[in-house]
T-cell receptor
Framework: DTGVSQDPRHKITKRGQNVTFRCDPISEHNRLYWYRQTLGQGPEFLTYFQNEAQLEKSRLLSDRFSAERPKGSFSTLEIQRTEQGDSAMYLC????????????FGEGSWLTVV | AQSVTQLGSHVSVSEGALVLLRCNYSSSVPPYLFWYVQYPNQGLQLLLKYTTGATLVKGINGFEAEFKKSETSFHLTKPSAHMSDAAEYFCAVSAGGGADGLTFGKGTHLIIQP
């Protein structure tokens, strides 16, 4: 399978704990995106990488959130001191560089904070 | 800044009937437009996209959409609904360059009645 893969697919954590999600994009894609999706809503942009550089961050990405893409390949999204409002699906996506290119999504990582 | 409005959070059609899902966008620059489908507990799959050229675009699973600049619309249609089309459908806009990825609408849940 050469699509975008995410791990874990589901995570249940207690409020206040830290969680980390991993994303492996399609291998030749330079761009990597993180989105958040809550029930009944469309995905909302969180952040975007061009290779290893984080070029854009949404105001939704509070100080408790941090994303990295250290070698321009896989990426991690860490949420510190989780809150119940963080419960959502976190979607990773990737695309080639260039305008109008298709953005390919992974299956998502479901987070439930109890 | 761009935005997407999807009219109707739920649309119900009979199997074999025409499917019409409405999408209107706002963009300060010529947009790139996308329709994605999401099945329960899964990521998003691209149905079709408009970048430039022909305004009627055909996608997978018999879906098509027409870009109408004068109406700022990009409605999704399928001549004959199938039970397997039941899913959540998202319209999205990109202003190009991919700097901030896609802006999604809130989605339309398509229900197919037998």
């Amino acid at each position: 399978d050469t699509g975008v893969s995410q791990d874990p697919r589901h995570k249940i954590t207690k409020r206040g704990q830290n969680v980390t999600f991993r994303c492996d994009p399609i291998s030749e894609h330079n761009r990597l995106y993180w989105y958040r999706q809550t029930l009944g809503q469309g995905p909302e942009f969180l952040t975007y990488f061009q290779n290893e550089a984080q070029l854009e961050k949404s105001r939704l990405l509070s100080d408790r959130f941090s994303a990295e893409r250290p070698k321009g390949s896989f990426s991690t999204l860490e949420i510190q001191r989780t809150e119940q409002g963080d419960s959502a699906m976190y979607l990773c996506a990737s695309s080639p560089t260039g305008t109008g290119n298709t953005i390919y999504f992974g299956e998502g990582s479901w987070l439930t904070v109890v | 800044a761009q935005s997407v409005t999807q009219l109707g959070s739920h649309v119900s059609v009979s199997e074999g009937a025409l499917v019409l899902l409405r999408c209107n966008y706002s963009s300060s620059v010529p947009p790139y437009l996308f329709w994605y489908v999401q099945y329960p507990n899964q990521g998003l799959q691209l149905l079709l996209k408009y970048t430039t050229g022909a305004t009627l675009v055909k996608g997978i699973n018999g879906f098509e959409a027409e870009f109408k600049k004068s109406e700022t619309s990009f409605h999704l249609t399928k001549p004959s609904a199938h039970m397997s089309d039941a899913a959540e459908y998202f319209c999205a806009v990109s202003a190009g360059g991919g700097a901030d990825g896609l802006t999604f609408g809130k989605g339309t849940h398509l229900i197919i009645q037998p």
